[in-house]
């Protein structure tokens, strides 16, 4: 009998990775109105797999058997029904005959079809009709496999929050009769903004991960990278800003391998062994941020894209070009007046012009009284203009809301 907890990292592995490709798939072939039971197919497939790898060995090719599988469920479930016209009538006439059946289910699993429909599902969920904040709910839940806790962790709210939002999602699709399909014409910019959102997002979770034991998630920001990759290559939705954010997230990913110790303790960006940064993906930013650059357009992804690179770029911690940083932030925070942003650039300002003045511009924030690094940055400020005592009970406060996972700042990451 196989190892359980090995099976169990596998499915989990293995769910992060296949799952928003088999739900996109399956809700193209049983139509997104069964986007439920697509994703019921799916949870019975990852079920079956930890079930039957425990008995038996793990097969050599993992997601293929999940496909498999996936596939097998859903021509069991469209062979039930026979209401094929209601159910896919973009497909009916080919899921008719048996003969059809599973080679136009066996098609749409190709990975050119795969990537098309998770093309389409990324705009289905950010539907107008759906609110922008149950929008990239749903998309985090159904395209990227972030459970409720992660997704509540990234919006600052609580798990009921997000499953309220995401039920209504839903509720729209059903009622809006919502479709998988990429918009055109002046639909299409403000949805993809939606869609680059829901991305952020989900590669800040695996850059600065809510899971308590796991501090960075690679797999999730290799995933956000991916389904980034796959809006680049489409001549529809390969937008500057769409080049800007993968080139943003070029330049953070290089560094994962560096920010963590033996221990797995969170190492800050001043004592990060910097030959760990990986070469060949700063390189790609650039490319990437080169191509962002054609444009008059500017969004917050080519600025924090370009704050990346000065600091990619930079030989040393202190001989980082910390003025045109805290510059660049400040651009950041009239385009994006956010809490988090005005704290990062706070923390800027004190490398580019003075530690008090940081302190001063930290203490004005308001709307980060909840968040550990808000007040670890204030803590740490104080500690170093020499008032411990504020310091201490600052940083007292700091471990008793988060358990103080990792006592970094924002930037220093």
Excluded at 175 to 183: A, G
Excluded at 280 to 309: F, K, M, N, Q, V
Excluded at 315 to 324: A, C, I, M
Excluded at 343 to 371: D, H
Aim: aromatic share 10%; proline share 3%; with cysteine.
């Amino acid at each position: 009998m196989t190892d359980s907890r090995n099976i169990n990292q596998i499915v989990d592995h293995l769910f992060r990775h296949e799952s928003g490709k088999m739900v996109s798939v399956l809700s193209r072939l049983l139509g997104l109105q069964n986007l439920e039971t697509a994703q019921d197919i799916v949870q019975d497939t990852l079920l079956q797999a930890m079930n039957t790898w425990s008995y038996n060995s793990i097969p050599e090719n993992p997601s293929g058997w999940l496909y498999r599988v996936a596939k097998n469920k859903a021509i069991d479930f469209l062979r039930r029904q026979k209401k094929f016209k209601e159910i896919t009538p973009h497909y009916s006439y080919l899921l008719q005959s048996e003969y059809t059946l599973t080679s136009t289910v066996n098609n749409l699993f190709l990975e050119n079809e795969i990537q098309d429909s998770q093309l389409r599902m990324m705009f289905a969920c950010s539907h107008p009709a759906i609110t922008e904040e149950s929008q990239i709910a749903l998309t985090l839940k159904t395209l990227c496999g972030l459970n409720p806790g992660e997704i509540a962790k990234a919006f600052l709210t609580n798990e009921e929050t997000i499953n309220k939002r995401i039920y209504r999602a839903k509720e729209k699709i059903k009622s809006e009769e919502i479709e998988l399909s990429v918009p055109q014409g002046k639909e299409l910019p403000q949805r993809l903004d939606v869609v680059l959102k829901s991305l952020y997002l989900l590669f800040n979770e695996g850059y600065n991960s809510s899971h308590p034991d796991l501090l960075i998630r690679d797999d999730l920001c290799q995933e956000a990278m991916r389904l980034a990759y796959i809006l680049t290559t489409n001549t529809t939705t390969n937008f500057p800003k769409t080049n800007a954010l993968l080139s943003l997230m070029c330049f953070q990913a290089s560094r994962l391998q560096s920010r963590l110790d033996d221990k797995g303790n969170i190492i800050l960006l001043k004592y990060q062994d910097r030959s760990k940064w990986y070469k060949p993906l700063i390189e790609r930013g650039a490319i990437y941020l080169e191509l962002a650059s054609e444009t008059d357009d500017i969004s917050p992804y080519h600025i924090e894209a370009a704050i990346a690179s000065l600091h990619a770029v930079a030989p040393t911690f202190d001989k980082t070009d910390w003025r045109s940083i805290y510059d660049l932030y400040e651009s950041l925070y009239k385009l994006q007046p956010a809490p988090v942003v005005a704290l990062n650039k706070a923390i800027a300002s004190a490398y580019a012009t003075s530690k008090e003045n940081a302190l001063e511009q930290l203490l004005k924030i308001k709307g980060l009284e909840n968040y550990y690094l808000y007040h670890t940055s204030v803590g740490e400020l104080y500690f170093e203009l020499q008032n411990k005592k504020n310091g201490k009970k600052i940083l007292r406060n700091s471990f008793a809301s988060h358990h103080f996972k990792t006592g970094a700042t924002a930037i220093k990451r």
